[in-house]
């Protein structure tokens, strides 16, 4: 029995197929009723040929179902074992045996029907083409040369045979059709079970995936709260020391001013790295390109980096190739914020020597340059095994030695997703001690045909640490000149210290400005006064700036329904922006705001005749 197991198991493997599994039960089905229909053919006096063409025929049912599990992939032993059956065994015995009156016609039926088990269609049809001719040839020649066909001795032989041959196929089939019906039944039990599990795997994703939805929704409301809480302080902060360096006359406070100046906006800096990361991360981080003038990005961030190293003692050096296309198209933010965090961290890890950045470019066709800008300093260096770990997530390399330098390890990561973003690629260049070599190349649009030239001797004409562009010398002086002394503006904030940071920013404007802490206290305002613009901050409790907003519009006996507002709020978050426009803002700006983005937007919006410009007397 053990035995019988072992042979069972092999021939119903799991790696055969259901088809390799079928041939193996029909040969072996025929290979087990080959014996007892031997028997039966010496017990009906079969002659001499006919049982050796039986001992053959079982011979070469066993060595083609050694063939078929021998090579269980190969189609030769299904396509043999039919065609020497179908054209050469059964015809052979159909004469030996004792032609149409025995059960020859029924094992030439088995034939045929088992062919269309075993192979594939096409020679399906072929062989059953063929054996239907074979049959009726054999009929047609005992018909007309009986002496052909070696009959068996009585009539009672011949019906014994016959029942002995419908048996043994009967038993062939129905082992085949058992076999087929057991392997579906299997199969669709698998298929039942595999359903469940996968119904209960997709539950279980699905409880992730709301799990998961759940602790994004969790982050991203926790960083608009952090957002907001960190930059409203921070806004009281930068807007209350502008002031102290615009009017105080007193070297050491002034100096005292710069430091928090420096500090706010890198307490600034590194809140802006994790919203940052966080929009990468989400895949909600968008590129916004635009037309530039270079030397106006390179100016800027010179004049950023300028004061840091030349607190540290630092050499700054800024070259440039001449040649480079003056104006050029794509996202300017984020190739500033590549540039200057790379310079940023130069002048970090850069005890003393210099820090130089130059500014290159390769020709990829006639309307597309690679802007390649590389950032050398003389610091410390980074060891080859650390450099595998520069890029990745809130990673600092050499921390011990590294722990007095601020920063959350998130600015090469950002600088490096930018870059791979814009279709760029960075590459480091560093010996330990010794310095390194940061370079980025982006591809960019050139947007004018002309030349930046030497950007040294630009800065130097327009005096060191001032230098600025054709076009922001001609913002900044038409900026500092206006006033509007008949505009009327309604600054609306929960908070009085960020009120008294908008009042004091736009102290030389001379425009009658308004003060509402609440938006209640907004609507009040918007019923008894016309104003000329609006400035909105969003999170504010009890009513908040877009419910103010649009209560404004609505308000029957109002005078504002048409006063531009703009959003003034700490939320800086991905999107934030577009929501504000789709509200019904006009325009948006964010905590800590910058006097001059502050009075560039008023500028846009109030009513030219209320404009007073210096010029124009």
């Known amino acids: 029995m053990e035995h019988l197991k072992r042979i069972a198991k092999y021939f119903f493997r799991e790696e055969l197929t259901i088809r390799h599994k079928l041939v193996n039960v029909i040969l072996g089905s025929a290979l087990l009723v080959q014996i007892p229909g031997l028997i039966v053919t010496i017990v009906v006096g079969t002659s001499m040929a006919g049982l050796l063409v039986q001992v053959l025929m079982t011979c070469i049912i066993a060595f083609i179902l050694y063939l078929v599990n021998k090579f269980p992939e190969s189609p030769i032993p299904p396509l043999l074992i039919t065609t020497i059956a179908n054209i050469i065994i059964f015809p052979v015995m159909y004469f030996l045996c004792g032609g149409a009156r025995t059960g020859m016609i029924i094992w030439m039926l088995f034939g045929s029907i088992f062919t269309w088990l075993l192979i594939d269609i096409k020679w399906a049809v072929i062989i059953s083409v063929i054996n239907f001719v074979m049959l009726n040839g054999c009929l047609r020649i005992e018909e007309h040369y009986p002496q052909y066909v070696q009959y068996l001795d009585t009539r009672n032989d011949e019906i014994m045979d016959t029942g002995m041959a419908f048996i043994f196929v009967t038993v062939i089939f129905g082992m085949i059709f058992k076999f087929q019906t057991y392997s579906y039944e299997k199969q669709a039990r698998t298929l039942r079970e595999s359903d469940e599990e996968l119904r209960k795997l997709n539950e279980d994703l699905e409880e992730v995936n709301i799990r998961l939805a759940s602790a994004s929704e969790a982050k991203t409301t ?36 710069n430091d928090i100046d420096s500090a706010g906006h890198q307490l600034l800096a590194l809140v802006n790295d994790i919203l940052d990361f966080s929009k990468i991360e989400s895949g909600k981080m968008e590129l916004h390109p635009v037309e530039y003038e270079l030397f106006s990005m390179m100016n800027d961030c010179y004049n950023m980096i300028f004061m840091r190293a030349k607190r540290k003692e630092l050499e700054f050096i800024v070259e440039n190739d001449p040649e480079i296309p003056a104006f050029l198209y794509g996202d300017e933010v984020r190739i500033r914020q590549i540039i200057m965090n790379l310079l940023t961290n130069a002048v970090k890890y850069t005890k003393d020597g210099q820090v130089k950045v130059r500014f290159d470019h390769e020709v990829i066709d006639d309307e597309h340059i690679r802007l390649i800008v590389s950032v050398k300093d003389s610091g410390i260096g980074i060891s080859e095994e650390n450099q595998k770990y520069l890029f990745d997530s809130f990673k600092r390399i050499d921390e011990k030695a590294n722990r007095n330098i601020e920063g959350t390890g998130l600015g090469l990561t950002i600088t490096k997703k930018f870059t791979d973003m814009m279709g760029g690629q960075i590459r480091v260049d560093s010996v330990l001690y010794e310095g390194s070599t940061f370079t980025v190349e982006i591809p960019q649009k050139v947007a004018d045909k002309g030349t930046i030239g030497n950007f040294a001797e630009r800065l130097n004409r327009r005096g060191e640490g001032g230098g600025k562009s054709e076009k922001e010398a001609k913002e900044a002086e038409k900026r500092d000149k206006f006033t509007a002394p008949r505009a009327r503006i309604l600054v609306v904030d929960d908070v009085k210290m960020n009120l008294n940071v908008v009042r004091l920013l736009l102290k030389n404007t001379e425009m009658q400005i308004d003060l509402a802490s609440s938006g209640d206290e907004c609507l009040k305002y918007t019923l008894m006064k016309r104003y000329d613009l609006i400035l909105m901050d969003h999170m504010m409790p009890v009513m908040d700036g877009i419910e103010a907003l649009h209560k404004i519009r609505e308000q029957a006996t109002g005078l504002n329904a048409e006063t531009p507002v703009v959003a003034l709020t700490a939320n800086a978050l991905v999107g934030a922006q577009e929501m504000y426009l789709e509200e019904g803002f006009v325009s948006y700006l964010s905590k800590p705001v910058k006097s001059a983005d502050l009075e560039d937007c008023i500028l846009k919006l109030l009513p030219e005749d209320k404009i007073v410009r210096e010029n124009n007397g």
Do not use: W
């Open 222 to 257: 926790f960083l608009a709260n952090m957002s907001h809480e960190i930059r409203t302080p921070i806004n009281a902060v930068l807007g209350m020391d502008e002031m102290i360096i615009r009017e105080c006359q007193d070297k050491q406070i002034l100096e005292y001013a």
